[in-house]
C-alpha cells in the first residue's frame, strides 16, 4: 500500500506542478491581451457568473472533489502491516524490519526437511507461513515446522513474539 500511496503522491504532485505551470503561462499571455492559450478561462469566467450553485456542472464537480478527498483520506487511514517489529530492550532498544523476520522464517521454513518452499507474512502479532512439500502426504511435516519457527520466533527476541501459523500443501511428484 505504501507504493500505491507513493505512485499517487508523486501523480498529484506532477498534476498541480503542470497544472500551476499552465495558469502562470496564461497569465502572461493575459496581460498580452492575447486570447487564451490552453486554458479558456474567459469563457469559464462567463459561464460561472451566469450559472448558479446547484446546476449540474458545478455540483458534479463539488461531488467529484468530495469522492477524490475521501478516497486519499481513506489510502491515508488504511491500517497497514508495520514495517518494524520492536525487541525486547536488552542493552540497547531497537526495532527489526518486518521483512527481515518473514525472510528468517522462509529460511528456517526451507531448512526442515522435506519442505520445497515457503513463503511468510508477519502481521504485529501473528506470522503466516506458507510451506509446500515434494512429498504426496503432509505426515509430521507440519508440527516439525512448527516446532522449528517457534523456536526461530523466540530467538528474534521480539518484545511481542508473534505466534506462527504454519500451512503445508502437498504438490506429490511431479
Known sequence: MRVVNRVLAAVLALALLVGGLIVAVEIVVAGFDRSPWVL???????????????SGPPRW?????????????????????PASLPMTPAAIPGDVS????????V??????????????????????????TARRQV??????????????LGKLGL????????????????
Open 107 to 132: 529460511r528456517e521454513a526451507k531448512r526442515v526437511d522435506g519442505v520445497a518452499g515457503a513463503r511468510a507474512r508477519v502481521g504485529g502479532d501473528k506470522a503466516d507461513v506458507a510451506a509446500v
Open 61 to 81: 464537480i463539488f461531488i467529484a472533489l468530495v469522492v477524490a478527498g475521501l478516497v486519499l483520506l481513506f489510502l491515508q487511514l488504511a491500517r497497514r502491516r
Open 159 to 174: 518484545a511481542r513474539p508473534a505466534a506462527a501459523r504454519v500451512k503445508v500443501d502437498a504438490r506429490g511428484d511431479a
Open 139 to 152: 505426515g509430521d511435516l507440519q508440527p516439525r515446522l512448527q516446532a522449528a519457527l517457534d523456536s526461530r
Open 40 to 54: 479558456p478561462h474567459d469563457r469559464w469566467y462567463v459561464s460561472a457568473r451566469t450559472r448558479s450553485w446547484d
Open 98 to 105: 518486518r521483512r527481515s523476520v518473514e525472510k528468517a522464517l
